[in-house]
Nanobody
């Protein structure tokens, strides 16, 4: 069983930065792709970013490209999402997800394991 626990959400103002972290159980490191998704009220869950734990290849949604950075820390077994220049439309519950393999896919139904989510609210 792979366990994912998010942290770091909160309330910020537009233009601010925030860093999310996801603690990953030991079994979900090498050989897995890790991703962040988000879901705003009344909307479908959408892809934000993904990273292959081995090799570090990344993929981003167009809406966050250049503002968000996904990374992983091998020593701490954490997945991070650095979010800069936040906008009100970034407000959502952010989820950490994992899937076996190496392809940084964006479809949420391709991910097997999910965290419980952390709320990010950006005020204007």
């Amino acid at each position: 069983q792979v366990r994912l626990v998010e942290s770091g959400g909160g309330l910020v103002q537009a233009g601010d930065s925030l860093r999310l972290s996801c603690t990953v159980s030991r079994r979900a490191t090498n050989g897995y792709v890790m991703a962040w998704f988000r879901q705003a009220p009344g909307k479908r869950r959408e892809f934000v970013a993904a990273i292959a734990w081995a090799g570090g290849s990344t993929a981003y949604a167009d809406s966050v490209q250049g503002r968000f950075t996904i990374s992983r820390d091998d020593a701490k077994n954490t997945l991070d999402l650095q979010m800069n220049s936040l906008k009100p439309e970034d407000t959502a519950v952010y989820y950490c997800a994992a899937r076996p393999g190496s392809a940084t896919v964006s479809a949420d139904n391709m991910y097997t394991y999910w965290g419980q989510g952390t709320q990010v609210t950006v005020s204007s």
